[in-house]
């Protein structure tokens, strides 16, 4: 394949998930969307993040970990905590992150 023609199907490519993406873009102002289906939209990005985040925390070595020794789900529940409390994403993941980090240090101290 020549690079003619590599470049011409990238380009085509792009175009087609451009005129994909943007149609539903178009369309969403004609379209009147019920209040169920607008209530519902609102936990897609818990649920897709969550979706993502849990099998890293809870997933160790290819096998379920939900013991005490498993540094990230301890971590993941102190920041679930401050998301809890404070409803700050920052202070969530600052907290976090320093949680799993001094974890990690403590575990590597002793």
Known sequence: MSTTMVWLTIAMAGLLTFLLRWSF???????????????ALRFVPAAV???????????QDGAIDLWIDNLHLIAALI?????WRTRSIFYTIA????????????????
Not at 28 to 33: F, N, P, R, V
Not at 79 to 83: E, P
């Open 25 to 39: 873009i178009a369309m969403i102002d004609s379209l009147e969307m019920p209040p169920a289906v607008r209530r």
């Open 49 to 59: 993040l969550s979706a993502i985040i849990w099998p890293a925390v809870i997933v």
């Open 79 to 83: 920041a679930a905590v401050v998301a």
């Open 95 to 110: 907290v976090g992150m320093l949680a799993l980090w001094g974890l990690t240090a403590l575990v590597n101290i002793a």
